[in-house]
């Protein structure tokens, strides 16, 4: 039995066979986790959804931005742009409401004790232990499962708030935790999210820095988090959390912080695929430039 991580799919659905065929995945013994964004900018959005769908307990995966959105869309909350978004086979398709539904039970994080390995799509809030990081995710989950989703959908937009205070409330608080599980990239020493800039880590915006750059590895242990200058150095105890991510498509699967991994190699844009053996922490990689 082996556990695969797999970077952002997006629709990829050919590349995502080929690399199951080069594990030789096993849905009788293996699990697949997805970093999300399951679907929208490749050409077969349906195929991916409904597949990992029905590979029911031996499939995680957490929600994306593009996961979230395609669900506003389809809720009547925003429109859908043809120029923009490639899972109209979804909104057209005869199960549409199933799989609409098994999307919207799926959690933002993913913890595995025995493994070790927190699952997200974009990142890991620096100011956010893992208890209190659970919490959050738990009540965006517990909104999306309930009759004031459609309202959630209505307001899941937006830059702001920016920073962190724990008396926010509402939709500005959903907001804030959605964002910075499925869009953060960059950070400020003081909480601040920088949400505009997709650049790669050698173009951040003055005064920020990247997510897992604030990280600090010596507080893993503890379960807890603090900011600290980039320039100093790592903490190269064991930690008990390893942090899997997707998302940032510019990194091409490399994060220069010990235990935590990036794994978006951009397959849409004709780059990777890559699922990593979490036993063992071998890599797999097929191309997607065919």
Request: aromatic share 12%; proline share 4%; net charge negative.
């Amino acid at each position: 039995m082996a556990t695969y991580a797999i970077g952002d799919v997006q629709g990829c659905f050919d590349p995502l066979m080929q690399l199951l065929e080069k594990i030789s995945f096993n849905p009788s013994n293996d699990q697949l986790w997805f970093t999300g964004d399951l679907i929208n900018r490749g050409p077969k959005s349906l195929d991916t959804l409904r597949f990992v769908k029905g590979l029911a307990a031996n499939a995680i995966t957490v929600l994306g931005n593009h996961d979230l959105g395609m669900l506003a869309i389809a809720r009547g909350a925003e429109i859908f742009d043809s120029n923009s978004h490639t899972f109209g086979d979804i909104l057209a398709a005869k199960d549409k409401e199933d799989l609409l539904y098994w999307l919207e039970q799926q959690p933002l994080l993913h913890y595995d004790a025995t493994l070790g390995y927190l699952l997200v799509h974009a990142g890991l809030y620096p100011w956010w232990d893992l208890n209190l990081a659970l919490t959050l995710a738990r009540e965006v989950e517990t909104t999306l499962q309930s009759e004031e989703k459609i309202f959630f959908y209505q307001h899941l937009y937006g830059n702001s708030p920016a920073v962190w205070e724990e008396n926010l409330q509402g939709f500005a608080r959903l907001r804030f935790i959605v964002n910075a599980f499925t869009r953060m990239r960059f950070c400020s020493l003081d909480g601040q999210l920088d949400l505009t800039t997709k650049d790669s880590l050698e173009n951040p915006p003055e005064g920020y820095f990247p997510w897992f750059e604030l990280w600090n590895n010596e507080n893993r242990q503890n379960q807890t988090v603090q900011p600290y200058n980039q320039k100093e150095k790592k903490n190269e105890n064991n930690p008990t959390l390893k942090i899997l991510f997707g998302h940032w498509a510019s990194l091409k699967g490399h994060c220069p912080v010990r235990d935590i991994l990036a794994l978006d190699t951009g397959c849409v844009w004709g780059n990777d695929l890559t699922a990593l053996r979490l036993e063992d922490g071998a890599r797999f990689i097929v191309s997607c430039s065919s």
